[in-house]
């Protein structure tokens, strides 16, 4: 029988991460190098990727940056290609990547291009991340994808980006059709669902007391996450402690997709977004007096 550290030995492994410039996906690198993987990061911001490449390098791992924009499928392809080539093959794929573009603009006054450049990042650019890292397991024969979605995708929530959200949901049936497809061919297809996290996409909104509160009291543990908690089911899902799970969708959220119940907005909500958002997209659409 494998000892526990043995089940989440990532030794000789190779992982790649998308997003990996700033926030989770810096995390999530650290953490898969700390379980033994060589890392690949991405993301569009080279020289970022330079740093943490170089982090990872002195803590003893193997790294390597790819600049991507996963966007765009042809520069995707070349990611896996660049992993496959410096390393042998792929193993792990943490498809981290997202953006927020639609901030925090009534659903009402959204402008198209922010609803559609935030499908083609969260949604698009995840379906290109894992097709490109599933065609290589398959013929590899195994591996295991991590998709990053939300709590935000589980349910609606009220006067939150409706693309983001959207693009989150879709995330969870895609983890889901990709792992009954590619079970048979031993690649597995998980995904995690935080609930609110500090990162570069959420601190400028976490910094507002009045939504600070608002997220803290819907989560029973009444706080926001700590990124390291996000580490355990990250190395559960890419390693050998998983291997009988597939299609799944972790929660870590204090407990807030656990709750039934609807929590109001007041007047001081409706006014962070009209002082967020430009150009009046954080009003409401009221009816005429």
């Not at 990611?79 to 498809?95: K, P």
């Not at 969260?122 to 397991?137: D, I, S, V």
């Not at 597939?246 to 997709?257: F, N, Y």
Request: proline fraction near 6%; aromatic fraction near 6%; charge should be negative.
């Amino acid at each position: 029988m494998a000892s526990p550290a043995d089940l989440f030995d990532l030794t000789g492994r190779t992982a790649v991460v998308t997003g990996a410039s700033s926030g989770l996906g810096v995390t999530f690198a650290r953490a898969l190098a700390a379980a033994g993987a060589n890392v690949v990061v991405a993301a569009r911001r080279a020289d970022r990727l330079e740093e943490l490449a170089a982090e990872l390098a002195e803590g003893g791992a193997e790294s390597l940056a790819v600049a991507c924009d996963v966007t765009e499928p042809e520069q995707v392809e070349a990611l896996v290609d660049r992993a496959v080539e410096r390393f042998g093959r792929v193993h792990v794929m943490v498809a981290n990547a997202g953006a927020v573009p639609e901030g925090f603009s009534m659903p009402e006054r959204v402008p198209a291009a922010l609803f559609e450049q935030s499908i083609r990042v969260n949604l698009l650019g995840t379906w290109h991340t894992c097709q490109a890292a599933g065609r290589h397991m398959l013929a590899a024969g195994g591996g295991s994808i991590v998709i990053n979605s939300s709590v935000t995708g589980l349910a609606g929530v009220p006067y939150f980006p409706p693309a983001y959200q959207a693009s989150k949901a879709a995330l969870i049936n895609i983890t889901q059709s990709l792992a009954v497809s590619w079970a048979d061919r031993g690649v597995r297809v998980n995904g995690i669902a935080p609930g609110w996290f500090p990162s570069e996409l959420t601190d400028a909104v976490l910094a507002a007391p009045i939504w600070r509160r608002r997220v803290e009291a819907q989560a029973p543990l009444r706080r926001t996450g700590d990124p390291e908690e996000l580490v355990g089911p990250l190395l559960l899902l890419a390693s050998d402690a998983s291997s009988y799970m597939t299609g799944q969708m972790l929660s870590v959220d204090g407990g807030t997709s656990a709750c039934i119940g609807f929590m109001p907005y007041d007047d001081e909500l409706f006014g962070l977004h009209t002082a967020v958002m430009p150009h009046g997209l954080g009003e409401r659409v009221l009816p005429a007096a």
